[in-house]
T-cell receptor, first 118, second 106 residues
């Protein structure tokens, strides 16, 4: 079974801090994704990556950046955390292809990081 | 935008009953997927149905797709308390709905 591991289940940071959320998958998947999940808004795609060092913006990339230096690891970076970035962050991976165009592959999700910005 | 509607927003049924959840979308799709999310956990993939398919089954789950009506349904038969979760549909280009909260009463 694919395992997607997010480094923290809960994280509390202060406004203005630089925050790193880490995600690792163990099945050699090409695609990796970061979402945020908020009550009443569902899941919204922040960024995704279809290969090492490749990234594309999702629906809400403002205030975030990402890094993918190795195939198995995808990091989400909050450059200067703000209170409106308090949310549940979900990482996912899927097997291959540029999933943004056509999709058609199951995504495997981590259990999420609940981030609070004070 | 490919955002559509999921309905109902919440559904409460008795154990043993069937649960039907619906997902509509606005633009054409190549495929549609259904996911489940248990409280405090990540999403788990249930079924993927492609635009040239009309129905798929997986255990107690049945998914239908009507491209003429731009809608899909997820049917859970003989529901169990363990089916209590949120259910999401995702259209291609990874557009997720807001989810349907299903409560199954023992």
């Amino acid at each position: 079974d694919v395992k997607v591991t997010q480094s923290s289940r809960y994280l509390v940071k202060r406004t203005g801090e630089k925050v790193f959320l880490e995600c690792v998958q163990d099945m050699d998947h090409e695609n990796m994704f970061w979402y945020r999940q908020d009550p009443g808004l569902g899941l919204r795609l922040i960024y995704f990556s279809y290969d090492v060092k490749m990234k594309e913006k999702g629906d809400i990339p403002e205030g975030y950046s990402v890094s993918r230096e190795k195939k198995e690891r995808f990091s989400l970076i909050l450059e200067s955390a703000s209170t409106n970035q308090t949310s549940m962050y979900l990482c996912a991976s899927s097997l291959f292809g540029r999933a943004f165009y056509g999709g058609g592959q199951p995504q495997h999700f981590g259990d999420g990081t609940r981030l609070s910005i004070l | 935008s490919q955002q559509g509607e999921e309905d109902p927003q919440a559904l409460s049924i008795q154990e043993g009953e069937n649960a039907t959840m619906n997902c509509s979308y606005k633009t054409s799709i190549n495929n549609l997927q259904w996911y489940r999310q248990n409280s405090g956990r990540g999403l788990v993939h249930l079924i993927l149905i492609r635009s040239n398919e009309r129905e798929k089954h997986s255990g107690r789950l049945r998914v239908t797709l009507d491209t003429s009506k731009k809608s899909s349904s997820l049917l859970i038969t003989a529901s169990r308390a363990a089916d209590t979760a949120s259910y999401f549909c995702a259209r291609n280009k990874l557009t997720f709905g807001k989810g349907i909260t299903l409560s199954v009463r023992p």
